[in-house]
């Protein structure tokens, strides 16, 4: 194996990339990440404004296009399917969904969290949050056993405060439409 360092790794990958694409064969180029790093995907550190309503865990991430998506994951006993329509996003965005343990989602006195996640997304350039609104809306369906009718769907905004948001909501089902990057919990109570 030959390693490449400085300037001269474009030229060397330009080269590989080259006769891999003449001749039908598998190359693996090698590139020393302490030079160079570069769109290896989301880290492990959740959003700040997911953190900040209790939803440490980075569940799944992907980036999305113009063209629209789809990204599903499970945590905590739940599963999340996100639907990102077509020019829902003006620019490719980072899609980060998150999740905390139910017991310790605060969403305000008296109710009890039974499902949750959080959806946000980033440019990819910076990991900036992107601002707007997502036109038309995308929707998520939280699916666990612990859903029941008669539950509601609530957008937490920070530690013990929450605002209640259109759902349907049936016996291990909820689906929720949304504009703007959420922070829900299905909750009873």
Do not use: W
Not at 77 to 95: D, F, M, Q, T, W
Not at 146 to 171: L, N
């Amino acid at each position: 194996m030959t390693i490449f360092k400085g300037e001269n790794v474009k030229a060397h990958v330009r080269s590989i990339a080259g006769v891999c694409s003449l001749s039908i064969a598998l190359c693996v180029v090698g590139v020393s990440t302490t030079a160079y790093a570069a769109g290896s995907g989301y880290g492990n550190s959740p959003p700040p404004s997911a953190a900040a309503g209790g939803f440490h865990k980075v569940v799944t991430s992907l980036t999305v296009g113009v063209g629209g998506g789809t990204l599903s994951g499970f945590a905590y006993g739940a599963y999340a399917r996100i639907k990102i329509p077509r020019k829902s996003l003006r620019r490719a965005g980072e899609v980060v969904v998150t999740a905390g343990p139910p017991h310790s989602i605060r969403p305000g006195k008296g109710m009890k969290v039974v499902a949750d996640f959080s959806v946000v997304v980033l440019n990819p350039s910076n990991g900036v949050k992107v601002k707007g609104k997502f036109n038309p809306p995308m929707v998520v369906t939280i699916r666990d056993k612990s859903i029941v009718a008669g539950d509601h769907v609530v957008e937490v905004t920070s530690v013990g405060h929450s605002k209640p948001i259109a759902a349907q909501v049936s016996d291990g089902v909820a689906v929720i439409s949304f504009t703007v990057d959420p922070n829900f919990a299905v909750v009873n109570g």
